[in-house]
């Protein structure tokens, strides 16, 4: 759809509505993003609205990239790091109206996905998410700020599970009897985790937090992996935060959505190319105690979503969208399913792990 956005956050930029083309892209559910063509330019650029309800400190965004960007371009300056474009006034972001504007280069001739179609592109993207925690592997994590903090703490996630339930309706407890059973049967894997939290060989790295496959460009006719996009939630935090969202996301066919729990099933095939792709880039860096923790990310990364989809259910849907009342439980079914599946198969999956450890 085309449209029309406030002048002064054109202007910001230094452009017009008259010597523009304004499109609305993207399916995300946070930032409000539109593709910017300049009439008079080949270049086009990327318009996000930052959203302040989720990243409560829009300047610790701006200044994490700016200081990567800045450690790539001495150590890794072939590297495509999509950093912002900056304001007329040499700016980083724009603040109009008390919203938080920010322009990208747009990347010709690559693509971002929805869903996987094919092994190759689990394979292309997880290596691009390897390949950047890699290249800032001797990057000072701790001098990045959180951009949403908590994000990826299970411990935390599992407090605010407890509390909702401890202050939830009775009619929401019996609906979810089943699936708080499985979230406290389950607390196990927080415990396994704390056994590992404070080992010295476990360190925090620069993680993107968010890597799904739509936030890697893909060449257009190739299929290979151009760059990683959508870096707002790049801070410090485990590796198994990158590795074990890829693996909720990319494992099955069928997204947290689907209620035929029937069709949540492990591809293998995706499964092995995203290891494949992800330890080509991270095995050498990955101490001990990571590589020992490879398939758990996987549990990590579930659990953490089975509770925080829990959570929403019983605090009465107030923060995923939901297009009906229970839409919330039927996505911690969906979860715990994938849970069940990651379990089962185990030993053939860590088997693929050791493979390509070697």
């Not at 080949?42 to 302040?52: A, G, R, T, V």
């Not at 006719?221 to 990158?242: A, Q, R, W, Y």
Request: charged share 25%; hydrophobic share 35%; aromatic share 10%.
């Amino acid at each position: 759809m085309e449209l029309n956005l406030d002048s002064e956050v054109l202007e910001a930029y230094g452009y017009t509505k008259e010597n523009t083309k304004i499109t609305q892209i993207g399916t995300g559910l946070i930032n409000r993003t539109y593709l910017l063509s300049p009439l008079a330019e080949e270049q086009k650029y990327i318009l996000q609205n930052i959203n302040i309800s989720v990243f409560k400190s829009p300047q610790a965004i701006a200044d994490n990239l700016r200081a990567i960007a800045d450690y790539l371009s001495l150590t890794s300056p072939d590297y495509l790091f999509i950093k912002p474009v900056s304001t007329a006034n040499s700016e980083e972001m724009a603040h109009i109206h008390n919203e938080y504007w920010r322009m990208l280069p747009f990347v010709p001739n690559t693509i971002s996905l929805d869903v996987l179609a094919d092994p190759k592109q689990a394979y292309e993207a997880a290596r691009q998410f390897g390949k950047l925690s890699r290249l800032l592997d001797k990057f000072d994590a701790k001098t990045l700020q959180p951009t949403i903090p908590g994000f990826h703490d299970l411990g935390l996630r599992y407090e605010q599970f407890m509390l909702a339930l401890n202050q939830a309706d009775e009619t929401l407890k019996q609906d979810a009897k089943q699936q708080l059973s499985d979230a406290l049967t389950h607390k196990y894997i927080l415990d396994y985790y704390n056994s590992y939290a404070y080992r010295k060989d476990f360190p925090d790295r620069v993680m993107h937090h968010d890597t799904k496959i739509s936030n890697v460009l893909l060449d257009s006719e190739t299929n290979e992996g151009v760059c990683v996009i959508d870096l707002d939630t790049i801070m410090p935090g485990k590796f198994i935060s990158d590795l074990g969202d890829m693996m909720r996301t990319y494992l099955c066919a069928f997204s947290e959505n689907e209620t035929d729990l029937d069709k949540i099933k492990i591809r293998l095939p995706y499964f092995e190319a995203m290891i494949k792709g992800y330890l080509s880039e991270m095995k050498s860096i990955l101490t001990e105690t990571e590589k020992e923790l490879i398939l758990f990310s996987g549990k990590y990364m579930i659990y953490m979503q089975a509770l925080r989809f829990l959570t929403d259910f019983l605090s009465g849907n107030k923060y995923y969208p939901t297009s009906y009342p229970t839409q919330n439980l039927d996505r911690v079914k969906n979860q715990f399913k994938l849970l069940y599946e990651l379990s089962v198969n185990e030993k053939e999956l860590q088997d693929i792990i050791e493979e390509n450890l070697v």
